[in-house]
């Protein structure tokens, strides 16, 4: 028997390989001789360079950055065979680049990528790949744009602070500056997500409160936000705000539109196709994927509705594990018309947020036991 495991990372706790790795060895406690593919993936966040370099065969090129609160980080990108590259923004700009305690979505900037974009650029690349998940960010790629030239001013003429924060004093966009070698460069995003700039939906407020934001500062890079949209508008002659996607990594999305004729695509389905996943599907009983939190979300076009998509075609059935899954039977029986047959929590009891988080590998090889003595005990067929 052939088992796929095609997980994402678990946030802030296991890379996508570790996850895999662990949920195949709690497998073959219950059926060693289950023939097991481990399939690291990412859907455009923390993760995506590694899984698309080790999938082509390419390098990892380090560089030092600015990162999400301006000090020096050490960045990465990634080469991909010829001209192609591949970036990811938690690489510069990430949360995970930060603790808990110093979240600050008001004063965190995207400078950092635009910085590892000009590094890509130096080396030649015309093709390049964004992965837009994992950010720390919400000052609409204002600080990218500031690293490749373009100048964001207040109604003084001054260039804006970073982050969020100088968004509110915006006035106009100077595009004179923008580095000329982008004219030549196509940008291929891969975003998770197909959240608008503003509103409900939006970027503050869909992603502000993981970042560190409470309701009145959510208020407030809304605010932020709408009128850095309405300077967009003012200054390319097209709104943006409104197009899904563009409140990706705290609106990096609409800079990557407006700015940068890029395209978003969902970035599992870029991923899936690098790493060939149908190639690996072909004969498989079973697959199963997972990410650190199931919920509304994940239906947006995250790593395990993706991969259960693919799974379908092939008429494989496809379960999810996840750190914390949906309590709501309306949200699992959505991921279930998304080909997620069943979606199984790990944790083995109550327990706190660390505790959760220094124990997934542990958890996720019980989980990784379990499910296979579950498959073996109900002889689970393929679905037709």
């Known amino acids: 028997m052939k088992v796929v495991i095609a997980p994402d990372s678990f946030k802030e706790s296991l890379s996508a390989a570790e996850v895999a790795a662990a949920l195949a060895e709690g497998w073959r406690l219950a059926l060693p001789d289950t023939e097991v593919v481990e399939l690291p993936l990412a859907d455009g966040g923390e993760g995506t360079t590694q899984a698309l370099v080790s999938a082509t065969g390419g390098s990892l090129e380090h560089k030092e950055v600015s990162g999400p609160l301006g000090k020096p980080v050490n960045g990465f990108w990634g080469r991909l065979g010829g001209k192609r590259a591949v970036i990811e923004c938690a690489a510069a700009s990430g949360l995970d680049l930060l603790s808990r305690g110093e979240r600050d979505p008001w004063r965190a900037t995207t400078r950092g990528t635009g910085e590892l974009i000009l590094e890509a650029l130096d080396a030649g690349m015309t093709e390049i790949i964004i992965g837009l998940g994992g950010s720390a960010t919400n000052d609409g790629g204002a600080g990218m744009l500031q690293a490749l ?23 106009s966009i100077d595009l004179s500056g923008l580095d000329k070698r982008l004219r030549g460069v196509s940008f291929q995003v891969a975003c998770d997500v197909d959240n608008p700039l503003t509103g ?21 890079m809304d605010a932020c936000l709408a009128r850095y949209g309405e300077a967009i508008t003012h200054c390319i002659g097209e709104k943006v705000d409104t197009i899904p996607g563009a409140g990706a990594a705290g609106g990096l999305g609409a800079a990557f ?18 790493v060939d996943i149908d190639s690996h599907l072909e004969g498989a009983a079973l697959v199963i994927t997972g990410e650190g939190r199931i919920d509304s979300q994940t239906e947006r076009g995250k790593t395990p509705v993706g991969v259960a998509r693919r799974a379908r075609m092939h008429s494989i059935p496809c379960i999810a594990v996840g750190g914390a899954v949906p ?42 036991r379990n499910l296979a003595a579950f498959w073996q005990l109900a002889a689970i067929q393929p679905a037709d």
């Open 200 to 220: 409900e939906q939006g970027a503050s407020a869909v992603f502000g409160p993981q970042k560190g934001a409470d309701a009145a500062l959510v208020k407030r």
């Open 257 to 274: 539109l407006a700015f940068l004729n890029a395209s978003l695509k969902p970035g599992i389905e870029i991923m899936l196709d690098a």
């Open 149 to 171: 030239g373009v100048r964001l001013r207040d109604e003084n003429g001054d260039d804006i602070a970073p982050g969020a924060e100088g968004l509110e004093s915006l006035a």
């Open 327 to 368: 309590e709501d039977p309306q949200v699992l029986q959505t991921l279930s018309h998304q080909g997620l047959k069943a979606v199984f929590p790990i944790l083995p009891g109550v327990t706190d947020l660390d505790t959760a988080l220094a124990n997934a590998g542990l958890n996720l090889r019980l989980c990784g």
